[in-house]
């Protein structure tokens, strides 16, 4: 079992190596980003990334309080779901799910599962996973943004 602190140590380690790693690459309109951070721009739409002991997984989690408004986000996703899936390949979507502080939220994610962030021989496999992800939901998002955008308001 590891302590809180080499925990925290690993994951630290773990997300910086990876946006080093990630330098590399610029958002698909060109400007350099904050992978590890990804700018939706848009209030209460957020891209997550998540690593444990068994599994990697990248979420974009539609956060808004207010569950009527939550669940017009998610229904806008689904109208362009095709899109997405063409773009981004197939995630799992959830309009009913709770985030790591167990509040309301509607996620759309991709698992990768056989990783371990506490053994860094899988690690370049997790950073391959999120690159690839990252990298189609960015030409996705790139294109499809402002109709979220137009919701916010």
Not at 6 to 21: A, D, V
Not at 106 to 114: G, L, M, P, V
Not at 115 to 123: E, G, L, M
């Amino acid at each position: 079992m590891y302590s809180k602190h080499q925990i925290k140590e690993t994951k630290q380690l773990f997300y910086t190596s990876f946006g080093k790693y990630m330098g590399k690459h610029r958002s698909t309109h060109g400007k350099k980003i904050k992978w590890i951070n990804y700018p939706t721009k848009v209030k209460h739409i957020y891209v997550r990334l998540y690593a444990d002991h068994k599994i990697a997984k990248v979420m974009i989690e539609l956060q808004h309080k207010d569950e009527e408004i939550r669940s017009l986000f998610f229904e806008q996703f689904m109208q362009i779901k095709t899109a997405f899936e063409n773009m981004a390949g197939k995630w799992n979507w959830n309009e009913n799910s709770t985030n790591d502080i167990e509040l309301p939220c509607s996620r759309i994610e991709i698992t990768k599962k056989n990783v371990n962030i506490f053994d860094k021989s899988t690690w370049a496999s997790v950073f391959k996973f999120y690159e690839e992800n990252l990298i189609k939901f960015d030409s996705f998002w790139v294109e499809f943004k402002d109709v979220f955008k137009q919701l916010e308001d």
